[in-house]
């Protein structure tokens, strides 16, 4: 199933020419190894843990609601720039929506990166409570908890004035504390007993906003993000009275605590001491490092440019090694008296399934060299 796909890509629903996807014109952004990606849905996937982690969400929900979560899993990751950023309010400035940050296809249309891009139309069309899952796509740095394809969970839930009129609060206070409940018990079903906190944080379409993270090897990782839907998304959807709170999942992160992954890579390995660890429906199996083989650092100093950013250096870098690159970690940087300034990276390179040889890894790091100068406009010293 991972073969790259020549011209045409036709799994799990999803019908797409690598045309649309990787087209030749100067706004698109999206290389190779982000295409081959599009449509694989390891989220379908009943023996994958992120599809077992799915079908464990679904349970809780569908046991504590009664079933009335609509479940959607098979949406188009194709968006318009309308549905990813406009209809959830983000700012025209924001960040996420610059080509650092997301993969564009063309000026109007993105490979989304959150599931927020279904939320306005499924409340449109007169949903009140609903489950997205889905991959979606960020240009990002790279370490074990990032990757550049991963798998998201939306979940919204709207309340009418009934719903709390009779408990004294207000919609807002009574919707914020529904949705920390719904959250806290999900992790009891998913972990039993796990060591978690609420931080208070921004997004866009939503206030107030909330942040989970669990403990995981001896961190503080950010599972998910949440909130009381911003009142401008609920009245453009035709309810105006109503109140609603969304959140969405990071589901690989979730898993990696589950399951005790401790590589996000470890996801799109198709060896079998990998994927014969996992059963469908069983969510307690800790998963058994088949190998630690060591990792290998190569550093690298260059004097950066104006339009230089670490997401290009990133998928530089991912271009030339793919998964056999672990971690790029600014070491070193300072500016001299020319205002000149120089970064040094250190590159880790491991695979997770088999040793490396010195040769391929210089290889490796000869043609990153390469590329680095010639694509990113730096000055290697
Ligand atoms: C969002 O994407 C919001 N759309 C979530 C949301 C939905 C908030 C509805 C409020 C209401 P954020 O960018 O923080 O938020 O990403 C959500 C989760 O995705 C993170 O908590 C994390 O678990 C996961 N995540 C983010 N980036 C990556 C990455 N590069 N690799 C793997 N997981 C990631
Ligand atoms: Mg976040």
């Known amino acids: 199933w991972r073969q790259p796909i020549a011209s045409l890509l036709e799994r799990g629903g999803v019908q797409i020419t690598r045309e649309e996807i990787v087209r030749d014109e100067p706004t698109n952004n999206v ?28 349970e809780y929900f569908d046991s504590s609601y009664g079933n ?38 063309d000026p109007q249309t993105v490979l989304r990166c959150h599931t927020s891009a279904h939320q306005a139309e499924l409340l449109s069309s007169g949903y009140k409570q609903f489950l997205v899952t889905g991959d979606v796509y960020r240009r990002d740095s790279i370490d074990s908890t990032h990757y550049p394809v991963f798998h998201q969970m939306e979940g919204v839930r709207v309340f009418s004035p009934s719903d709390w009129e009779s408990s004294g609060k207000d919609g807002t206070t009574y919707v914020a504390e529904d949705l920390k409940k719904c959250l806290e018990g999900l992790a009891q079903h998913l972990f039993g007993t796990v060591e978690m906190r609420w931080i208070d944080t921004y997004f866009p379409f939503t206030n107030p906003s909330f942040e989970l993270e669990i403990f995981f090897q001896e961190k503080w990782l950010e599972v998910l993000g949440c909130g009381v839907t ?124 088999r040793s490396l040889t010195d040769d391929e890894i210089n ?14 406009k730096v000055v290697l010293r």
């Open 31 to 58: 290389p190779d190894t982000i295409f081959t990606k599009v449509g694989l849905q390891l989220h379908r996937r009943s023996q994958h843990p992120i599809g077992i982690l799915k079908n464990a969400i679904y």
């Open 68 to 105: 009335k979560f609509k479940k959607f899993e098979d949406l188009c990751p194709i968006v318009s720039v309308k549905q990813n950023f406009d209809d959830v309010l983000v700012p025209d400035d924001h960040v996420s929506r610059s080509y650092n940050d997301t993969y564009y296809i």
């Open 230 to 353: 911003e009142q401008e998304i609920i009245r453009r959807s035709g309810n105006e009275e109503n109140v609603a709170w969304a959140f969405g999942l990071g589901l690989e992160r979730l898993a990696m605590v589950l399951f005790d992954i401790p590589d996000i890579r470890l996801f799109w390995s198709d060896d079998e001491r990998f994927t014969s660890q996992f059963k469908e429906g069983q969510l307690g199996v800790k998963f058994k490092p088949f190998s630690k083989f060591p990792p290998c650092y190569k550093d690298m100093s260059f004097w950066i440019n104006e339009s230089f950013t670490e997401n290009n250096l990133c998928e530089v870098i991912r271009g030339i090694a793919g998964d056999l690159v672990e971690e790029v970690c600014l070491i070193d940087n300072f500016t001299n008296k020319k205002g000149m300034t120089s970064h040094c990276y250190r590159i880790a390179y491991r695979s997770m399934e």
């Open 363 to 376: 290889d490796l790091q000869w043609k990153v060299r390469e590329q680095v100068e010639s694509k990113l």
